[in-house]
């Protein structure tokens, strides 16, 4: 349990160092000039030291919500296995489990902006809205077309499955869902900047 509970640690403490290495990859693809991979940390030393400001028009749900963004995703990461270890993920989550809690995150992020009853609010609500409406559809055919070849919705034994068996006909269909996760991660929010 120990060994999870660091394991969690180490990946909140490289999230703003995945976060720039996107975003160097993102201005590189625009030709760019990058920013450093460790731009992520000085964002968010200057947002630690920043004030609160909170709206006077804001409910009680401005409070809670940030707690609400951030446990579905720690509960994604309890769901992981830890590196270096040949445990597999909890056999009852699927691949939709874990989308589901990505999507129920990013709602309380939209409710936050909502909350505020402000135009800059309403703004990054809806294209919170918009990138979830183009990114999670994809995503999820990627996670259905993976499952239909691996035969089971599980991700513990989809992977045990296609690590044993993997069908080599199917090459084609697992190189058009590496793009199509590709372009899910990266295209929407690059098409934002052009």
């Not at 030709?31 to 968010?44: A, D, H, R, V, W």
């Not at 963004?69 to 699927?94: Q, R, S």
Request: proline fraction near 5%; hydrophobic fraction near 60%; aromatic fraction near 12%.
């Amino acid at each position: 349990m120990i060994y999870t509970l660091v394991h969690i640690a180490i990946m909140v403490a490289l999230a703003p160092l995945f976060l720039g290495l996107i975003k160097t990859i993102k201005m590189w693809l625009l030709f760019k000039k990058p920013l450093s991979p460790l731009q992520g940390y000085n964002n968010l030393a200057k947002l630690v030291r920043k004030e609160v400001v909170i709206s006077q028009e804001a409910s009680q749900i401005t409070h809670i919500a940030p707690y609400l963004v951030l446990a579905p995703l720690l509960i994604v990461l309890l769901f992981l296995p830890p590196i270096g270890t040949k445990e597999w993920y909890i056999g009852f989550v699927d691949a939709f489990t874990l989308t589901g809690a990505l999507a129920l995150s990013t709602f309380f992020l939209m409710l936050i902006g909502l909350d505020s009853a402000s135009a800059f609010g309403g703004i990054g609500s809806s294209r919170e809205a918009f990138i979830s409406a183009l990114v999670e559809p994809g995503m999820i055919l990627v996670i259905f077309a993976l499952s239909l070849i691996a035969q089971n919705l599980g991700i513990a034994e989809a992977a045990i499955h296609l690590n044993a068996h993997f069908p080599t006909r199917h090459l084609a269909s697992y190189t058009f869902a590496a793009i199509a996760f590709f372009l899910s991660c990266f295209w929407p929010k690059t098409a934002l900047f052009l």
